[in-house]
């Protein structure tokens, strides 16, 4: 399997900057979120990823080739989008017969079991489900298509808890089967946390973290104590978000700390979990402190 | 691969066209039908109505192709949505449903020809040529302009379809009046000079198949051109 | 089984030190098979790899086994092997830190001695 690379991609629309030079690598076999919040460009990516949208400049190559409009490559990717690209009145059945004669040896065994555990009809017409019906088909679909990457946008959109549970375990069901890459796109990111290896975060408009999420978990610290002592503490350090409560100051910090940082005994060290940093990476930008 | 997903959209357009064609007969044909049973029974003319039913082969004769040229124009968007959800490319897309064009044409016309048999005996060969040359000319036109809305949003294709009729009629009528002047000088004889091999062209016998080939050129270009540039809409 | 898991340490850390715990209780006996990478990834929704590096984690402490085509097993001795781990750590982790408490309260060694054998004989410490 060859690596997916997204070169320099930039996106306009008229004038509004959507996606601004965007690099990344998506290797084999590894399970992606891609996270932002809404309007960062994910979908817009993920449309350029397929070739449903041509970027103002960049490219996207699979291997050493150009995906735009070539055949091989794009037999190698799939996407699950929000936006349903079918004619009014398809099947389920028909869109699996599609995948299976555009990307060759769907597998229809697992699809049925996955719609009897789902309680989807496959004769169902995709236009007469309901948001959530609609997400459960397409998802079972892209788990079944046979494709080295599987882009998934939203693929919990409309589900409730109980379905959400069973596409994560179907998920990494068809994961440990055949192992290839996913990538998920979505804002649920407490949900996703343990089940992405690695995260891709776009924010205002360009990549703002591309790291194994332990790494990016481990660089992760809350400081907290009196304020003067954790300002000592962190100095020099990347602080995204101070909190004060009363005298007692908590500072985040995204770094690694060194050794040789002498912890005062009343400050404490603590982690944050990944919504918390997606937030504060996000919204608080960064701010040295000093 | 390749040659499976191409095969794959070919079936696809002409299973599509299929369910057009046969809905659209069925519609016109039943209500001809209706209308001359209504005149049967309020005429009791049945002479009248055999007659009637006689005139149901031209009818189908004349909606096929009009089918036919309406559906390459309203579907390269929908077929283009279907066809890069499944991975295929915009040269696959492109040759495929133009495969399927040619097949859908030379179909439709052999039933045209075959019912035009009921009412008119057999044309000549070249007759037959040039009808099935028009009527791919005419498809292949709509096709080219069914692609190029295929780039438009729901609004563009509003002011281009209002807008475009008017230009053309505009320029058509600019290029009758200048005619006209040509017209005028080539009486002249003395204008001609270097435009002469111009004059001897229009003259010549080959001239209407040589201005039919460029046409076909261009407008085949226009399809492939238009199509290489259809994205993913948000409407 | 019964995992949880916050964000004190990495995730796969976490897993290690909960089977490990359950190696311990008795939750998994020595011999038997413990749940695979398959398994336990799909059950708690965590990234094959991490529960793969939270086993071999296990592995090379040598407390788990991998037995070609059937699975991995609890290894025999596993249990006191853990016994042996944390009597060592007993030391450094209580014993050490109770006599720099004691010291910082003035309580003399006797005392701590006084005070040990009345928790033994304290009808609320359950064992």
Do not use: C
């Amino acid at each position: 399997m060859e690596q997916l690379s997204i070169k320099h991609v930039t996106k306009r629309f008229g004038r509004r900057t959507v996606l601004d030079d965007i690099s990344f690598t998506l290797a084999p076999a590894k399970i992606y979120g891609l996270l932002g919040s809404n309007g960062a460009g994910k979908s817009t990516l993920l449309n350029i990823i397929t070739n449903r949208i041509f970027p103002t400049s960049g490219t996207v190559e699979l291997g050493n080739e150009n995906i735009n409009n070539n055949d091989d490559a794009l037999g190698k990717i799939f996407l699950m989008s929000e936006a349903n690209l079918y004619p009014k009145r398809t099947s389920v059945r028909r869109m699996f017969d599609l995948a299976n004669g555009a990307y060759g040896h769907f597998n229809y065994q697992t699809a049925e079991r996955q719609l009897k555990l789902f309680g989807l009809d496959e004769s169902a017409h995709l236009n007469d489900l309901s948001t959530g019906e609609q997400t459960i088909a397409k998802v079972i679909l892209a788990l079944n298509v046979a494709v080295d990457y599987v882009l998934l946008d939203e693929p919990v959109l409309g589900l409730d808890a109980s379905h959400r549970e069973l596409f994560y375990q179907e998920l990494l069901k068809s994961y440990q089967a055949q192992p290839r890459t996913f990538v998920l796109s979505t804002h649920l990111i407490e949900e996703v946390q343990q089940l992405v290896e690695h995260v891709i975060i776009i924010g205002q408009h360009k990549v703002i973290a591309d790291s194994d999420v332990q790494e990016m978990l481990d660089r992760a610290h809350s400081v907290s104590g009196p304020a003067r002592l954790v300002d000592q503490y962190t100095a020099g350090l990347r602080v995204l978000k101070v909190e004060d409560i009363g005298k007692l100051r908590t500072a985040y910090v995204y770094d690694d700390l060194d050794d040789d940082r002498i912890l005062p005994d009343q400050v404490q060290l603590g982690h944050y979990d990944l919504q918390h940093l997606f937030i504060y990476l996000t919204n608080g930008g960064e701010n040295n402190h000093d | 691969m390749i040659s499976t997903k191409k095969e794959m959209v070919t079936t696809n357009v002409l299973h599509q066209l299929g369910i057009a064609a046969l809905t659209a007969a069925a519609w016109v044909v039943g209500v001809e039908l209706v209308f001359d049973l209504l005149a049967l029974i309020f005429n009791h003319n049945l002479q009248s109505f055999l007659v009637s039913l006689q005139g149901i082969p031209t009818t189908l004769a004349n909606i096929l192709p009009v089918v036919l040229a309406i559906y390459f124009l309203v579907t390269p968007y929908s077929d283009f949505k279907w066809a890069i959800q499944n991975g295929v490319s915009r040269w696959t897309l492109w040759q495929g449903r133009l495969l399927a064009l040619l097949l859908s044409t030379i179909l439709i016309d052999l039933i045209d020809e075959l019912l035009a048999l009921t009412y008119r005996p057999m044309g000549s060969w070249s007759a037959l040529l040039i009808h099935l040359l028009g009527l791919l000319t005419t498809v292949l036109t709509f096709q080219a302009i069914g692609n190029g809305f295929g780039l438009l949003s729901r609004k563009g294709k509003v002011i281009v379809g209002i807008g475009l009729p008017i230009v053309m009629i505009i320029l058509l009528m600019m290029l009758m009046s200048a005619v006209d002047g040509v017209t005028l000088d080539y009486s002249n004889g003395h204008f001609i000079g270097s435009m002469g091999w111009l004059f001897n062209l229009l003259d010549s016998s080959a001239t209407p198949w040589i201005l039919w080939m460029v046409y076909l050129a261009v407008v085949l270009f226009l399809t492939k051109f238009f199509n290489d540039r259809m994205q993913l809409r948000r409407d | 089984m019964q995992f949880k898991f916050d964000e004190s340490a990495p995730l796969y850390q976490q897993l290690a030190a909960q089977l490990e715990e359950m190696i311990f209780t008795g939750a998994f006996e020595e011999d038997t098979q413990v749940p695979s990478t398959t398994q336990l990834s799909q059950q708690l929704h965590i990234n094959p790899a991490t529960v793969l590096k939270g086993m071999n984690m296990l592995v090379d402490a040598g407390l788990l086994e991998k037995r070609r085509g059937i699975g991995m097993f609890v290894r025999p001795g596993a249990r006191q092997k853990i016994m042996e781990q944390r009597k060592d750590n007993f030391y450094n982790d209580y014993v050490k830190k109770l006599l720099v408490e004691a010291a910082k309260l003035g309580i003399t060694t006797e005392h701590l001695i006084e005070l040990i054998e009345r928790g033994e004989h304290d009808g609320t410490i359950k064992h």
